[in-house]
């Protein structure tokens, strides 16, 4: 199993060239199951999660193929790749339990499943390291729409043979997964659908401008109410995946921790308004660009700062970990409340083994800062977890060792390469 070496106390200076978002590249990818046209994604990051997602697609009949390796963007040369889907034939309504296992994301195929075809058989996700997340929501939904649900043997069978008809439906809680199914779903149902309570996350809005581009009726995308029109068939598109708001808000607090001076090259400060506040907070300075935003920190220390995680517009819950891997340092103490997923604190104790002094009550942890860490060998325990320990390996003394890579591979594209590219030591070490 790879790992990744750091040895920790350089400043990062730079470049990093921010990637498309995974969380907005895979529910894109799923929406080519609407239309026997070719759905073009432009920008689409090179990450384990996303290689998944093309295996289970193909599973479905969705076939694809790659327009060249590089992008070039204002003169630079990025890695995105531009990736064509076609689902002429859907050949197969089963999501089995062993794909939809591995990804949780993949159970968002029941939407568009159910209203191109009029079935869908979806293996249920199960839980994950993060928390329960149970799929209620997207029973009550596409219920709402008009489906009918069994729950049998794992699996959630969804059935609107005469198709699916428009509703108006609240959600008791805000999803990002569920908005997109229904969302989906509602394209091709008759009437009209409004969506109340809706995620607000700029993934959304990204889907739904595909889903327009592909003839769709959306409006309202990116508030929290959503109304679709319902038509006949949809088209083939071409779409851009919007910059990863996560990656950037975690090289973003990378620099805060160990001081320099990066440009997040492409990025977007719209994207994510709430985090770069709080950064400002803790003494970094964030400076929009033409080119993105530039991130500095010199001399002074890191203030403490209390941040609380929302849905969107508020705190993201995907960049908590890595806030906490900023704190461990600041001066004095701060809490970091964790509102979204009941179990996402299992950086806590991987963070003590640096030096960090963490003690959790509830659903706060609340972080005594240190002057100094110190490296060690530390275990990933899921994706943002564990860049959460890169970043504090990067400020650490000495050598960190993070071990089980493969989460990481799942939602950071070229992150040693990045990261060395600004001076950081960090290798890969496989096997
Ligand atoms: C998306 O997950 C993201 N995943 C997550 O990113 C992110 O943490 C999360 O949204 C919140 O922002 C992708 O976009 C692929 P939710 P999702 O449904 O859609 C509860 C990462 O690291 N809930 O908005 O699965 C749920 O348990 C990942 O990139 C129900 O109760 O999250 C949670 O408490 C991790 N019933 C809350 O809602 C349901 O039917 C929000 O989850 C569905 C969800």
């Known amino acids: 199993m790879d790992r990744i070496r750091i040895v920790g106390g ?12 995974k969380n907005a590249a895979l529910p894109l990818m799923i929406a080519a199951l609407l239309t026997d046209e070719t759905l073009t994604l432009e920008n689409v990051p090179h990450l384990a999660d996303v290689e998944r997602l093309i295996r289970i697609l193909g599973n479905h009949g969705v076939d694809y193929s790659v327009n060249g390796k590089r992008d070039h963007q204002n ?25 939809v296992s591995k990804m949780r994301a993949s159970f968002w195929v029941i939407g568009p499943l159910v209203a191109r075809m009029g079935e869908a058989k979806v293996s249920l996700p199960g839980g994950c390291a993060i928390g329960t997340r149970p799929v209620d929501l997207f029973i009550d ?6 489906a009918d649900i069994d729950v049998d043997n794992g699996y959630v069978i969804a059935k609107a043979r005469k198709g699916l008809r428009g509703n ?37 809005a990204n889907l739904a401008e595909c889903l327009n581009a592909m003839g769709a009726k959306i409006s309202g995308a990116g508030t929290p109410t959503i109304t679709i029109e319902g038509v006949d068939g949809l088209s083939g598109a071409s779409v851009r995946v919007i910059p990863d708001r996560i990656e950037t808000g975690t090289y973003a607090m990378a620099v805060a921790m160990t001081g320099g001076d990066v440009l997040l090259e ?31 920190r010199n001399g002074a220390g890191i203030a403490p700062v209390d941040v609380t995680t929302a849905p969107f517009p508020g705190f993201p819950t995907d960049l908590q970990a890595q806030f906490m891997g900023l704190m461990t340092m600041a001066r004095g103490k ?10 996402r604190f299992m950086h806590v104790q991987e963070l003590a083994r640096l030096g960090a002094h963490i003690t959790l009550s509830g659903q706060t942890a609340i972080v005594e800062g240190v002057s100094k860490l110190k490296g060690a060998p530390v275990m990933a325990t899921d994706l943002r977890a564990s860049v ?10 000495g050598e960190t060792t993070v071990n089980r890579v493969y989460h990481l591979d799942r939602g950071f594209e070229r992150l040693e390469e990045k990261l060395s590219g600004c001076g950081a030591v960090i290798e890969r070490i496989s096997g």
């Open 10 to 21: 350089q400043e990062l200076t730079g470049t990093i060239p921010i990637s498309g978002a």
């Open 388 to 397: 959460s320990l890169v970043i504090a390996g990067l400020a650490a003394e």
């Open 266 to 296: 492409g990025a977007r400060p719209d994207l994510l308004e709430s985090a770069l506040d709080v950064i400002v907070q803790t003494g970094a300075e964030i400076i929009p660009t033409n080119e993105g935003i530039r991130v500095r």
């Open 334 to 343: 701060s809490r970091i409340t964790e509102t979204i997923f009941e179990n």
């Open 168 to 204: 108006r439906y609240v959600f008791p809680k805000v999803s990002v997964g569920a908005t997109h199914v229904l969302m989906m779903a509602a394209t091709l149902a008759r009437g009209e659908t409004v969506l109340e309570n809706a995620a607000c996350e700029p993934e959304v």
């Open 75 to 99: 003169g630079a040369t990025s890695y995105a790749r531009t990736l064509n889907f076609t689902a002429r034939d859907i050949v197969d309504t089963t999501a089995p339990y062993d794909l």
């Open 141 to 146: 939904g596409l219920q709402a729409l008009g």
